[in-house]
């Protein structure tokens, strides 16, 4: 069966402080995996999509990577308007569902 | 503005009382999709529409209905509402399949 797991579920941060969100998958061929934002009472922000192990993407503070088994999404020197919840999903290649991990809520502390 | 937008934001109803949800997007995109989102569970894919006339079940379509009869809407049916459908809802749209999904701002329901 198709999973997706996130960890960890919560993660309190000082600011400048970088660290690492997980993301693990059990997928029939992964046709894409997302990365999203999302803030309280909004919908889910794109970030990223990768699609083979290897590939790396970044944007301003953020880095996302990704293996046969994984992706992480790395924070450097993350600053209070990072605080949000991170979201994964991947789409298999043998169907056209998109299946989301529950999330890590991150807050960053001045 | 690209956007994908949702009516009504908030809902109230009570048991068994239809109601349609409508979604909208105007990026020509091809595929539409509908997720719930529940504490603890995440966001859970209702169904989705490849194409105009084409939808298929994603993994919690049980209670639900959609219709795919024009490109820009989606919208998502509640033939006979019940409390366990209590949610927040999101549409979601992209160009095509393996693309990003854009969502909406979500529509927050409560049935009584």
């Known amino acids: 069966e198709d999973q997706v797991t996130q960890s960890p579920e919560a993660l309190r941060l000082q600011e400048g402080e970088s660290s690492s969100l997980n993301c693990s998958y059990t997928?029939?061929?992964?046709?894409?995996l997302f990365w999203y934002r999302q803030d309280p009472g909004k919908g889910p922000e794109f970030l990223f999509t990768?699609?083979?192990a290897g590939e790396e993407k970044e944007k301003e503070r953020l880095k996302a990577t990704l293996t046969k088994k994984e992706s992480f999404l790395h924070i450097t020197a993350p600053k209070p308007e990072d605080s949000a919840t991170y979201l994964c999903?991947?789409?298999?290649?043998?169907?056209?569902?998109?299946?989301f991990g529950t999330g890590t809520r991150l807050q960053v502390f001045p | 503005e690209a956007q994908v937008t949702q009516n009504p934001r908030y809902l109230i109803t009570v048991t068994g009382k239809k109601l349609t949800v409508t979604c909208s997007q105007n990026m020509n995109h091809e595929y539409m999709s509908w997720y719930r989102q529940d504490p603890g569970l995440g966001l859970r894919q209702i169904y989705y529409?490849?194409?105009?006339?084409?939808?298929d079940k994603g993994d919690v379509p049980e209670g639900y209905k959609v219709s795919r009869k024009e490109k820009r809407n989606f919208p998502l049916i509640l033939e006979s509402p019940s409390p366990n459908q209590t949610s927040l809802y999101f549409c979601a749209s992209s160009l095509g399949r393996g693309d990003p999904q854009y969502f909406g701002p979500g529509t927050r329901l409560l049935v009584l």
């Open positions: 529409s490849m194409n105009v006339e084409v939808t």
């Open positions: 990768l699609y083979s």
């Open positions: 997928v029939s061929g992964l046709r894409g």
């Open positions: 999903a991947v789409q298999a290649g043998n169907t056209d569902k998109l299946i």
